[in-house]
Each structure stands twice: as structure tokens, then as C-alpha cells.
């Protein structure tokens, strides 16, 4: 029989969407010190990063989608980055009528000081045992990919959701995996969450790969 603190508990999902919106804060408020001290509001680095993550430039369109953020949102953002001479705008190879943006040698350097390790989250995740990291790694990549699904957050460029991905096809407990790409093994330390090679699976293969990836057998 349940007692009177288990009778008034609250959902354990509830309890972990609290937990998450928590940690939100802590790394809003990373996001701003880090952009702030780059001359930079949130928005204006989050463009950067993705341009940074891109072999070509974006349209105004896909970076809209790729945050999340409104078209209007993405427009003033590039403008103001223009000025700043950190990215440029050139007519797209596919058609001469759209804008493509792409990172200049100054937004370069800007994007790899933004991407430095640092700030108070990833002082705690450090902090964690690597087989917690890894285990909260594959439960991260697992949401996301469920998010995805839904509808909810942009597509992200996930090794287990590519065409090129093997998951445990090798007998080695550090490097089960296998990118046919590259041709080379690799562990979950090294799944990637955004990979500028990524080509997306078809239905099957993705929903294949998935069961593989997630089994028990091979989590263990």
C-alpha cells in the first residue's frame, strides 16, 4: 500500500521535465555569457554554430528551420551579422533568384570560440563517470530522435538516423559501431549528434538500425 509522500508524488516524468527546465536555465544563461562576451545575442551565435556545421551556405529558410525561429527572427539576425562582417550573402548555385548565407573568415574564428568546451553544464557533465556520459548521451540522442519523429524540433544529422550507420556490428565493447562512409569502427563517445555527411536512411533501414542500436543485448 502506498504511503502518504508516494500518494502526493508527482509523475516521474513530470519530475524529469522539472529537472530538464532546470538545466535549461543553467545553459540559457551559459549561452548568453558566451555569445555576450562575442559581441553576440543567443540567436546571433546559434546561426553561426549551424553555418559552421556546413560544408555550403544556408537560405534564410533553412537556418528559420533549422533553429526553430521565425523567418523575421533570422532575417534581423543575419543583418545585424553582415554588418558585423561575420557572414556573407551570395546568390544560391541552384537558383540565382534565392540568398544563401555563409560563415566569412572572421565569423570562422568567432565559431570556434563559441564552440569551446566551457560553461557550468559542461563542468557537471565532466564531472559525471564516462559510463553515466555515455548513458545519458545514448538517452539524449534517443528523445531527440523521438522529438524529431513527432514533429517538434528540427531534424538533426544524427550517425543513427544515416544511411552510412552500422550499430553493433563489431565484437569490441569500445568500438561496436561501424560508419561505412569512412569505413571505421567507433563507440557511442563517438556518435555524432550533427554530421555534415550525414544522408538520411529510408524508413526501413533507420527503423532496422534503431532495434539494433537499442537492444539490451547490446547496451550491456
Known sequence: MANSLEKTDQPLAQKLGHA??????AMRADSWENCGQNDLN????????????????????????ELAVSAPTVS?????????????????????RAVTVTLSAAGKRIVERLDVVGGAITTVLESLPVAEQIQLYRTMLRMVRQLQAAGRIPVSRM??????????????AKRPHHCALVDAAF?????????????AADEHLAAKNWETFTSESAIG
Open 20 to 25: 530538464l527546465n532546470r538545466v535549461q536555465v
Open 42 to 65: 543567443p540567436t546571433q551565435g546559434q546561426i553561426l554554430i549551424v553555418l559552421g556545421g556546413r560544408t555550403t551556405g544556408l537560405r534564410l529558410s533553412e537556418i528559420a528551420s
Open 76 to 96: 534581423e539576425s543575419v543583418a545585424t551579422l553582415v554588418e558585423k562582417g561575420y557572414v556573407k550573402k551570395g546568390k544560391a548555385i541552384d537558383d540565382g
Open 159 to 172: 550517425c543513427v538516423t544515416c544511411r552510412y550507420f552500422r550499430p553493433n556490428v563489431h565484437n569490441d
Open 187 to 199: 563507440g557511442d563517445q563517438t556518435l555524432r549528434s550533427d554530421c555534415p555527411e550525414h544522408e
